[in-house]
């Protein structure tokens, strides 16, 4: 996927509740969603956004990058599951399906969760919040897969359902920016985390081959993902 990097335009974060697909605020044309808080994060309310607040208190205290390993499948917050789809696909009346062919199918709409491409922190032993800002220093890459070896004519199918049924921005690769910022306050005496990541579109279902008997065999279970956005996900 090709994107240009672009400075973010102002946003306030969202918590959002029971989505598949969270609602960023003002998610950007390349694809760049607003910053998301986990519960309990250390943050004063309302100050986490894209932009630097119109008149800090003193210079904002910027990211130590963070040694801890990077997460795979970070939650992210407000994500739950769907409800299980129906089990198998619909066949036409009859006993003829055609020529005899492989599918795929979805069961069940997955909660989504974040492949970390980089970490950071900042610490506040003070009395008093003070404005942190944190900044996206390493990119990394994030392609679709599943959870058991599937050819890429598979990959291509499943991209294409998940397009079509789940999320129409999953892609079949995608690399993070360098350079996205996310400001807000650290309360007194806290630490707020900061992760950078690209979100992953989850999936379980199966393929299958279905004969012109409309019989379905040689059925594989599996979970799949594609990516579909970027962003940070503050702690």
Same mark, same amino acid.
């Given at each position: 996927m090709s994107r240009i990097v672009t400075a973010v335009g102002a946003a306030a974060?969202?918590?959002?509740?029971?989505?598949?697909?969270?609602?960023?605020?003002?998610d950007s044309p390349d694809g760049i969603g607003a910053p998301l808080i986990a519960s309990g994060a250390d943050?004063?309310?309302?100050?986490?956004?894209? $932009?630097?607040? +119109?008149?800090?208190?003193?210079e904002a205290a910027t990211g130590v990058d963070s040694e801890a390993p990077l997460?795979?499948? %970070?939650?992210?917050?407000?994500e739950e599951d769907g409800p299980d789809l129906i089990e198998e696909p619909k066949t036409p009346l009859g006993n003829y399906c055609g020529p005899g062919k492989y599918f795929v199918h979805i069961t069940k709409n997955k909660k989504?969760?974040?492949?970390v491409k980089y970490s950071t922190f900042v610490k506040n032993n003070k009395s008093y919040a003070?404005?942190?800002?944190?900044? $996206?220093?390493? +990119?990394g890459t994030t392609l679709i897969g599943a959870s058991v070896s599937i050819s890429s004519e598979f990959k291509a199918?499943? %991209?294409?359902?998940i397009e079509a049924e789940v999320n129409v921005k999953a892609e079949k690769s995608w690399t993070s920016e360098i350079g996205i910022e996310t400001y807000g306050k650290v309360k007194a005496r806290s630490t707020v985390y900061g992760d950078y990541g690209i979100m992953k579109e989850n999936?379980?279902?199966?393929?299958?081959?279905?004969?012109?008997?409309?019989?379905?065999?040689?059925?594989?279970?599996?979970?799949?993902?594609?990516?579909?956005?970027?962003?940070?996900?503050?702690?």
């Open positions: 974060a969202l918590l959002v509740v029971g989505s598949s697909v969270p609602a960023f605020a003002a943050v004063v309310p309302g100050t986490v956004s894209q $932009s630097e607040s +119109a008149a800090p208190e003193e997460e795979e499948d %970070l939650p992210i917050p407000g989504n969760t974040m492949s003070i404005d942190y800002k944190f900044i $996206s220093k390493k +990119a199918m499943w %991209l294409g359902k999936v379980a279902g199966y393929t299958a081959y279905r004969y012109s008997n409309c019989e379905i065999g040689q059925k594989k279970n599996m979970t799949v993902w594609a990516p579909y956005r970027e962003g940070w996900v503050v702690k």
